[in-house]
């Protein structure tokens, strides 16, 4: 079984800057796709970013420009690099795998707020 752990959120100014990072379980992590992804209050969980096993970036048209996804598969560790930082930011941030299943960690609290 695979087990993410996400670690880095916090209360963070708006403009400020936050970096995720999701440790992961097994002895296959670099052949998952991982994702970031965010869920507000009363809305749908949704994508932020994605980063596959070839270290191509998908991201949402909301967020472009200002994170970044990275990996490092020595580390089993994704990372979420969040810059300028918005309100509308504020959520659950979740970390996701998938190769054969789909895997979820618990997720960490990011709020952006003055």
């Known amino acids: 079984q695979v087990q993410l752990v996400e670690s880095g959120g916090g209360l963070v100014q708006p403009g400020g800057s936050l970096r995720l990072s999701c440790a992961a379980s097994g002895t296959t992590f670099s052949r998952y796709v991982m994702g970031w992804y965010r869920q507000a209050p009363g809305k749908q969980r949704e994508l932020v970013a994605r980063?596959?096993?070839?270290?191509?970036?998908v991201y949402a048209d909301s967020v472009k420009g200002r994170f970044t996804i990275s990996r490092d598969n020595a580390k089993n560790t994704v990372y979420l690099q969040m810059n300028s930082l918005k309100p509308e930011g504020t959520g659950v941030y979740f970390c996701n795998g998938v190769w054969v299943h789909d895997y979820w960690g618990q997720g960490t609290q990011v709020t952006v707020s003055s």
């Open positions: 980063i596959d096993s070839a270290g191509t970036t």
